[in-house]
C-alpha cells in the first residue's frame, strides 16, 4: 500500500530536550516536505527536499533542522523545542512533476511544556 | 508571494442538503493548481478536488464540485446532498505550475458541521 509514514503520532516533550519525527514514503517519490498546522493559519510549509541531499527552508524554518541521506526518509529534528513549536506536523510527499499530487502523512501532534 | 483566504471560519449545512465553501486567492502566476483537502477529526488530510487554472471547466468528484473563477481568483467548493461523514475542517490550497512549485500555500480552513 503507498503511504506515507510518521513517528510518533504523538510526543509530549520539554523545553530544550532534542527530538526527531520520523517520516518515509515507500512511492519512490523525489519531494518531500514537512509542514505544521496551527489553528487560524492553516497548513505552512516548513522545509522540503527536491532530492537526495537537496534541501531547502520553506516558510516557517526556525527551530527546525532536516535531512534527505535516503530517498524514502525526511526526518524533522527539533534540537532545543520550545512552547511555541507545540503544533501538528504533517509530512507530504509527491513526484518532482509538476501534476504531482501530494501525499500527506497521518500528522504528529507535539506538545512541549 | 501567493495568498489564500477562506473567509468562512465556520459553516454549518443540514444534512442532505448543499453547502458552498468560499476560497480567494492572489497570484500573478497564469498556471497553477488549486485544491480542497478535507480534514476529518482523525487530522488526515484527503484530497477531495483539485483544478487545474488552464482548464475553464469545472472539476467534479460525485457531490462535489468547484466553482473557479479564475479572473475573479475565486475557487469555492460545492457539497451536494451533505452527509454526517462530511463533516471536517476543509483547506483551499494553491500550488505553482513550476515543476520546482511542489509547496502547497493553504487558507487558514473552514470547519463544516453537517446537522441531522
Known amino acids: 500500500e503507498a503511504q506515507v509514514t510518521q513517528n510518533p503520532r504523538y510526543l509530549i516533550t520539554v523545553t530544550g530536550k532534542k527530538l526527531t519525527v520520523t517520516c518515509s514514503q515507500n512511492?519512490?517519490?523525489?519531494?518531500m516536505s514537512w509542514y505544521r498546522q496551527d489553528p487560524g493559519l492553516g497548513l505552512r510549509q516548513i522545509y522540503y527536499?527536491?532530492?537526495?541531499?537537496?534541501?531547502d527552508k520553506g516558510d516557517v524554518p526556525e527551530g527546525y533542522k532536516v535531512s534527505r541521506k535516503e530517498k524514502r526518509n525526511f526526518p524533522l529534528i527539533l534540537e532545543s523545542p520550545s512552547p511555541n513549536q507545540t503544533s501538528l506536523y504533517f509530512c507530504a510527499s509527491s513526484l518532482r512533476t509538476s501534476t504531482g499530487t501530494q501525499y500527506f502523512g497521518p500528522g504528529t501532534r507535539l506538545l512541549v511544556l | 508571494a501567493q495568498t489564500v483566504t477562506q473567509s468562512q471560519p465556520e459553516m454549518s449545512v443540514q444534512e442532505a442538503e448543499t453547502v458552498t465553501l468560499s476560497c480567494t486567492y492572489d497570484?500573478?502566476?497564469?498556471?497553477?493548481?488549486l485544491f480542497w483537502y478535507k480534514q476529518p477529526p482523525s487530522r488526515q488530510m484527503i484530497l477531495v478536488i483539485r483544478?487545474?487554472?488552464?482548464?475553464?471547466q469545472n472539476a467534479t468528484e460525485n457531490r462535489f464540485s468547484v466553482n473557479f473563477q479564475k479572473a475573479a481568483k475565486s475557487f469555492s467548493l460545492k457539497i451536494s446532498d451533505s452527509q454526517l461523514g462530511d463533516a471536517a475542517m476543509y483547506f483551499c490550497a494553491y500550488r505553482t505550475f513550476m515543476e520546482y512549485g511542489n509547496k502547497l500555500v493553504f487558507g487558514a480552513g473552514t470547519i463544516l458541521r453537517v446537522k441531522s
Open positions: 483544478q487545474e487554472a488552464y482548464k475553464q
Open positions: 527536499s527536491m532530492n537526495v541531499e537537496a534541501t
Open positions: 512511492m519512490n517519490h523525489e519531494y
Open positions: 497570484t500573478s502566476e497564469s498556471d497553477y493548481y
